[in-house]
């Protein structure tokens, strides 16, 4: 059986290794389907696909979008998608667009609360101030022995109610899903176990996602539990969703689980992955 990882970062959004290095990792892992999906950002992609030829494993071309919907942030990979196609380019180039302000914003919350120099210190951890997020702060205030880790860093001081959140208005989920139909590539709803909301939520999101033109959801991926990867396979058979599987890798020390160290989708799944051989 192939082992098929659909979703990881790269230092060009918050992963810790370059496309190169992730790719290796994979190999290594025993992945012969990889594909790399930064989070906003298609520029790691010839990279990668570059280090998988050399190694004989597939590349698929994906991204993960930022999107608001509701009063919620959700994630939607799109995978094989034309990296070139303009419809795309130019609507992550928008969503790239608002991260420099946010984290302006957000260094100002954190100097409130005792930790000046933020957003310098952030902006020494990314690739670029347009790809500045969460988790370049984070690492910074590690740095800064203000926490443990990244984890404790987001519990205290990168959500909801705490003093480094800055709420933004990503993507619309329609706009997210026609960018990755218009560039040839498939919608998933990423992580979906990981959303602050209850079932009727969550069923909503569904619905809206799957008419507005999503057609795939990550049933299994690091944070779920087997009670959810099995509660996300009945929603992929009953919304009629093909059904994907990703470690959503970041990197030596933040992510446990290495690209392709994933259990297998249930049974009752059909893999998204099945449409490309
Ligand atoms: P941003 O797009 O700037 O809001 O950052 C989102 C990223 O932060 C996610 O893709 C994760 O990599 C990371 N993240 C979000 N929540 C947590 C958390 N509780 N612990 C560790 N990392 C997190
Ligand atoms: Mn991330
Ligand atoms: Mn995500
Ligand atoms: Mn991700």
């Known amino acids: 059986m192939r082992n098929v990882d659909l979703h990881c970062h790269s230092t060009v959004s918050d992963g810790l290794l370059s496309p190169t290095e992730v790719v290796s990792l994979a190999v290594k892992g025993g992945v012969d389907v990889l594909a790399?999906?930064?989070?906003?950002?298609?520029?790691?992609?010839?990279?990668?696909?570059?280090?998988?030829?050399?190694?004989?494993?597939?590349?698929?071309?994906?991204?993960?979008?930022?999107?608001?919907?509701?009063?919620?942030?959700?994630?939607?990979?799109?995978?094989?998608?034309?990296?070139?196609?303009?419809?795309?380019?130019?609507?992550?180039?928008?969503?790239?667009?608002?991260?420099?302000?946010?984290?302006?914003?957000?260094?100002?919350?954190?100097?409130?609360?005792?930790?000046?120099?933020?957003?310098?210190?952030?902006?020494?951890?990314?690739?670029?101030?347009?790809?500045?997020?969460?988790?370049?702060?984070?690492?910074?205030?590690?740095?800064?022995?203000?926490?443990?880790?990244?984890?404790?860093?987001?519990?205290?001081?990168?959500?909801?109610?705490?003093?480094?959140?800055?709420s933004h208005r990503w993507a619309e989920l329609g706009e997210a899903i026609s960018w990755i139909r218009a560039a040839g590539g498939i919608a998933v709803l990423a992580h979906p176990g990981r959303y602050k909301v209850g079932s009727a939520g969550l069923r909503a999101l569904l619905e809206d996602f799957k008419n507005l033109g999503g057609e795939a959801i990550e049933v299994v991926t690091s944070n779920h539990t087997q009670v959810q990867v099995h509660r996300f396979a009945d929603y992929a058979q009953h919304y009629g969703l093909l059904a994907s599987r990703g470690s959503d890798y970041h990197g030596p020390g933040e992510s446990f689980t290495l690209p392709g160290r994933l259990g297998p989708l249930p049974s009752i799944c059909k893999p998204v992955w099945q449409a490309w051989s």
Do not use: C
């Not at 790399?36 to 994906?62: K, M, N, P």
């Not at 992550?92 to 608002?98: D, E, H, P, Q, T």
């Open 36 to 166: 790399l999906t930064d989070h906003d950002d298609t520029a790691g992609l010839q990279e990668a696909r570059t280090a998988a030829e050399s190694h004989g494993i597939r590349l698929i071309s994906g991204v993960e979008i930022s999107v608001s919907w509701d009063h919620l942030t959700v994630h939607i990979v799109g995978l094989n998608i034309d990296p070139t196609h303009p419809e795309l380019a130019e609507g992550l180039m928008k969503v790239r667009g608002g991260r420099l302000e946010r984290a302006r914003k957000m260094a100002d919350g954190l100097a409130a609360a005792g930790i000046p120099g933020a957003f310098e210190g952030a902006l020494s951890f990314a690739s670029s101030d347009q790809m500045i997020g969460r988790t370049h702060f984070a690492r910074y205030i590690v740095e800064q022995g203000k926490a443990r880790n990244v984890s404790a860093v987001f519990k205290r001081y990168l959500v909801k109610g705490k003093p480094g959140y800055v």
